[in-house]
């Protein structure tokens, strides 16, 4: 449930006027599949990536599909396994309450605890940036997302495959996603850098934006930088 402000500054930040930054559409399909091949229709030939949360799983479908257009890999925050049963159930409730105008209420009682770290659930202008933009997508696209993570392939015998550049990030705090899934993430992919950011909990975007802006930067001055990349 997150838009284009979720990497505002890091556009800033790597802005470049042969640098072509795309932030890849995650929301109208209700399948990871889907939203791979939504991106990769309009990505260019060759590119670098980075996915956080659910993005970072469309970014494990998009090298299944397309490896060879892929130069760099940043995982944020994300999961290589399968929806676990338990996760499943508690989906549709989540999903009947969006659709019962209950979005709102949700966000607010989820995303403090869960989102964020410590330091940040006391940050009034991070906490409206997270409300406003699940608002602005709406119930539809929360379901639609719900459906995708729910159904969403198992990714980590995908990890192995992975020849690019890549570093996996997380927030030392992440409660969604925590440290001990991206240990095995980096672990199982063979050029991996893993970074865990203190003071932060599973929105490393937002919370740590310049940390993220700088690995990003040291990534891709690992190879020649390609002239377009795609998050």
């Known amino acids: 449930m997150c838009d284009e402000r979720l990497w505002a500054r890091q556009r800033a930040d790597?802005?470049?006027?042969?640098?072509?930054?795309?932030?890849?559409?995650?929301t109208g399909s209700s399948s990871?599949?889907?939203?791979?091949?939504?991106i990769l229709a309009?990505?260019?030939e060759r590119f670098a990536l980075a996915?956080?949360?659910?993005?970072?799983?469309v970014a494990f479908e998009m090298w299944r599909q397309a490896p060879a257009s892929i130069s760099h890999l940043a995982l944020f925050d994300t999961n290589a396994a399968r929806e676990t049963p338990e996760r499943k159930a508690?989906?549709?409730?989540?999903?009947?309450?969006?659709?019962?105008?209950?979005?709102e209420e949700m966000m607010i009682e989820e995303f403090k605890p869960n989102y964020l770290g410590a330091r940040s659930r006391t940050d009034t202008v991070l906490?409206?940036?997270?409300?406003?933009?699940?608002?602005?997508?709406?119930?539809?696209?929360?379901?639609?997302?719900?459906?995708?993570?729910?159904?969403?392939p198992d990714s980590r015998q995908t990890l192995g495959t992975i020849t690019c550049a890549t570093i996996v990030v997380c927030g030392r705090e992440d409660a969604l996603c925590p440290p001990r899934d991206h240990?095995?993430?980096?672990?199982?992919?063979?050029?991996?850098?893993?970074t865990i950011l203190d003071d932060c909990g599973h929105m490393t975007p937002l919370e740590r934006p310049r940390a993220v802006s700088r690995l990003l930067l040291e990534l891709l001055r690992e190879q020649d930088q390609p002239k377009e990349i795609a998050g």
């Open 14 to 26: 790597l802005s470049d006027p042969a640098t072509k930054i795309i932030v890849g559409d995650l």
């Open 42 to 44: 309009d990505a260019p």
């Open 90 to 103: 508690r989906r549709r409730t989540e999903i009947q309450n969006a659709l019962d105008g209950r979005l």
């Open 32 to 38: 990871i599949e889907g939203m791979a091949e939504n």
């Open 127 to 152: 906490r409206a940036t997270i409300l406003d933009m699940a608002l602005d997508l709406g119930a539809a696209v929360f379901e639609r997302q719900s459906l995708a993570l729910r159904d969403r």
């Open 51 to 57: 996915g956080f949360s659910m993005g970072g799983i």
């Open 183 to 194: 240990e095995f993430i980096a672990n199982s992919i063979p050029q991996a850098k893993l």
